[in-house]
């Protein structure tokens, strides 16, 4: 899992500011997907994409954040205007495109920190 | 829907104890895939093990061991002669055919290795 870069590893953000966080899946791998870790709460999924198309984005929240993956690029976790209940860890992981069922692997993780 | 059910919050036992992780899933596809993940305190998710449906072999990795019964729908996770090492939150997780991969996690159970 390690080929899975996130960054920045860690970000702290004052309320109403922007966080972008940012991640380039493992070599091969087409699809991306965001999970949310809230303290001592588990992974919630969030979104999964795929280059240039969101697949599945029922577990975002409905204002305020949105994820892409362009074609060329990293793909990018937005939160515009923060506020302290979006302290958390943010995962990145990704898998192989075609079967289902591969394996994903996840980053090291973002932790945002809004004070 | 889907659901992974992890009864046990948290466990501490004795170095060199064996400890068994319970993990219960609840779906209605027919294929799907189970996952063991750890997240140890330096707080990465290090993937463990996938198994798919149709495979109810247990299975065994050095002093790790799965036990995955359909009859009861659970998968359980065998940890023998426990090292401090272990010590981390595990969290089993499902995917379905028809969810693109996407994978659910349970809420973890905390595991404390007690020198």
């Known amino acids: 899992n390690a080929g899975v870069m996130q960054n920045p590893r860690h970000l702290v953000r004052r309320r109403g500011q922007e966080a972008r966080l940012r991640c380039s899946p493992m070599k091969g791998h087409s699809h991306v997907y965001w999970y949310r870790q809230l303290p001592e709460e588990g992974l919630k999924f969030m979104v999964y994409?795929?280059?240039?198309?969101?697949?599945?984005e029922s577990g975002m929240p409905k204002e305020r954040f949105s994820a892409e993956f362009p074609k060329e690029g990293p793909s990018i976790l937005r939160i515009q205007q923060v506020v302290r209940g979006d302290s958390a860890a943010y995962f990145c992981?990704?898998?192989?495109?075609?079967?289902?069922?591969?394996?994903?692997?996840f980053g090291e993780g973002s932790w945002l920190t809004v004070v | 829907a889907q659901k992974v059910t992890q009864a046990q919050t948290e466990i501490s036992v004795v170095e060199k104890e064996d400890v068994t992780l319970d993990c219960v899933y609840e779906?209605?596809?027919?294929?799907?895939?189970l996952f063991w993940y750890k997240q140890p305190p330096s707080g990465e998710l290090v993937f463990l093990i996938r198994r798919n449906s149709f495979d109810e072999q247990n299975e065994i990795s050095g002093r790790y061991s799965w036990n995955f019964q359909k009859s009861t729908s659970s998968f359980n996770f065998t940890i023998t002669a426990s090292q401090v090492v272990d010590s981390a939150v595990y969290f089993c997780a499902l995917s379905e055919e028809t969810s693109y991969d996407k994978v659910i996690f349970g809420p973890g159970t905390s595991l404390s290795v007690i020198p």
């Open positions: 779906t209605r596809d027919t294929t799907y895939y």
């Open positions: 994409l795929q280059k240039e198309n969101i697949i599945d």
């Open positions: 992981a990704s898998s192989p495109p075609a079967a289902v069922g591969n394996t994903i692997y």
